[in-house]
């Protein structure tokens, strides 16, 4: 993670980007805020990842009431709330990364949390990824359905929306958005086959995460298990 606000509004954009590449996202659905110091740095609204600039990236209070306050030319996301309700309810986080993944968002549509499907389904904090109840875009209550999902997670699926990972750095919080992908749509598959998937026991998703503290997934964000 950037060690300088300009480099942190930098790898913000250059993540955006990234996030679109490789198909995480479509268009500028997503949106990507970091912490920096008390104050939260968060993409504009509905401006193309092309053009934006490091002077664009929104600066918001983390503190305060639900006015939207903010410096910068442009209005942050649509979905400032629940990116600020995150990093101020957990000191843990500082950044969060919201898209609209093909398969993620799909279970998302037919309201289908994401089982221990995958032993990698420990690397998100539990023996499941939650799905959210639905709330409209942009609302307190989105934040607080998104809230209740993440409670011991790293990242949730959004009913009928998207998903939203969230890491101690910007590089931790892609990657476990990029996985959290990855294991949906291996779920989605899976799901096809006739007895659909074998789920892994809460023992064995435990001792999973055991192994990753030494061995399989360092907080790096270097997924080094197989």
């Not at 993620?104 to 032993?119: D, F, G």
């Amino acid at each position: 993670m950037a060690d300088t606000e300009a480099g942190l509004r930098r790898q913000i954009i250059d993540l955006c980007l990234e996030m679109n590449r490789n198909g995480l996202n479509q268009g500028t659905a997503g949106n990507i805020s970091a912490r920096w110091g008390d104050r939260m740095l968060i993409t504009p609204s509905a401006t193309p990842y092309e053009a934006m600039r490091p002077e664009m990236i929104a600066s918001m209070p983390l503190g305060g009431d639900d006015a939207p306050t903010w410096d910068g030319p442009l209005k942050p996301s649509t979905e400032w709330r629940f990116h600020r309700d995150i990093l101020r309810s957990r000191p843990d986080a500082k950044a969060v990364v919201h898209a609209h993944p093909t398969f993620a968002t799909t279970l998302a549509i037919a309201r289908r949390s994401i089982p221990a499907c995958h032993y990698m389904i420990a690397a998100f904090g539990g023996t499941d990824v939650r799905c959210s109840d639905f709330a409209i875009f942009g609302t307190p209550e989105l934040s607080r359905t998104a809230l209740r999902a993440l409670e011991g997670r790293s990242a949730c699926l959004l009913a009928n929306h998207g998903t939203i990972a969230v890491g101690p750095s910007l590089e931790k919080a892609m990657w476990l958005a990029v996985e959290l992908e990855t294991i949906a749509k291996q779920y989605y598959y899976s799901l096809q086959i006739e007895g659909g998937p074998v789920i892994l026991s809460d023992a064995e998703i435990a001792e999973t995460a055991k192994s990753f503290a030494s061995y399989g997934l360092r907080d790096d964000h270097k997924a080094i298990a197989g």
